[in-house]
């Protein structure tokens, strides 16, 4: 049964053997969190308006805002969006796996109009996680998943995280254990059959640009296609100091690589051995750690991180957790 109509509940917390219960809540039209190899995300059935209404009313996200429709293959990807040739290129050199592409809706396809936020495009990706993939292929139709926290929060890589966030709107969270990526996916847009960055993630645009044999431009300005890329975005309740030599008076600090502050409850390192991959792995986690620590005030100072591979998305989150927090 769905507690959806309650307003004050506990989520039910599932194991990899409760699989088909979070199958069945999310047929139901329940609103289920699920492990991807990225982040955990906010599931409902794509083709249910209602059920979509409440995502983003858990969510407390702008109407405007679209959210990417999660298929088990490309075949499902297929009957939702029409690919470019580049876009199809794309998702067999990368899918399953953390990259969505965006690319005109397919007419009749079972993805509300709420979902795409009215938009003539829409988002998909094959997620590359085993508990994803087992419940896309039991729920058999889209599912749309924006990251399982509170609308502008920093997202959720344990169930726990999750908890914390959605736990009393939600109703229910299949835990897959930490995420392995820790940022959400790369999103790319095609102008016609060009591909062109939206959101940097988990997905390095060097191994995209490897893949086309060609540069991949960046998103400029503009219109908010992705809102995601609203200046402060992923913030944490304390503020966020960049490219730090060392912690101030009272400062926590997220270090990386050798830097000399010694660990302890105000001072993690992203990767003490200057892993790009370990890094993204900890980011969201070490951030609401710090973040926890200081009671969501004062401020966290963050070392200079490299700006090639994962480490754009790794700052490019950095910097949207630093922005001024003006509502969007
Ligand atoms: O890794 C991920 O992508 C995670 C996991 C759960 O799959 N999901 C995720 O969803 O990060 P969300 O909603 O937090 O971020 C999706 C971004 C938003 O910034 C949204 O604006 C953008 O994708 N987006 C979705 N559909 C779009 C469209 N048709 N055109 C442009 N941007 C779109
Ligand atoms: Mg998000």
Known sequence: MTQRDTPRH?????????????????????????PTETVYGLGALAGDGA??????????????NPLI?????????????????????LAQAFWPGPLTLVAPRR???????????GLETV?????????????????????VAPSANPSGAVSPTTAAHVLDGLGDRIDGVLDGGP????????????HGDDPVLLRPGGLPAEAIEAALGRALPRAAGGPVTAPGQLASHYAPGAAVRLSAAAPGPGEAWLGFGQDAVPPGPRALSLSPAGDLAEAAANLFAHLR????????????????????????????RLRRAAAPREAP
């Open 10 to 34: 506990r989520a039910a917390h599932w194991r990899a053997a409760d699989l088909p219960a979070a199958a069945a809540a999310l047929r139901a039209g329940g609103l289920v969190a699920f």
């Open 51 to 64: 059920a979509v209404a409440r995502l983003y009313a858990a969510k407390g996200r702008p109407l405007f």
């Open 69 to 89: 429709a999660h298929v088990a293959d490309l075949a499902a990807a297929e009957a939702v969006a029409v690919l470019p040739p580049a876009a199809r290129a």
């Open 107 to 117: 007419d009749g396809s079972a993805v509300c109009d709420l979902a795409t936020a």
């Open 123 to 143: 988002g998909v990706r094959v997620p590359d996680h085993p508990l994803a993939q087992a419940l896309l292929r039991a729920v058999g139709a889209p599912v």
């Open 179 to 190: 995420c392995p990526v820790g940022l959400e996916s790369t999103i790319l847009g095609f």
């Open 289 to 316: 750690a710090l973040d926890r620590a200081l009671a969501g005030r004062g401020t966290i100072a963050v070392a200079v991180l490299p700006d090639h591979g994962l480490g754009a998305a790794i700052n490019d």
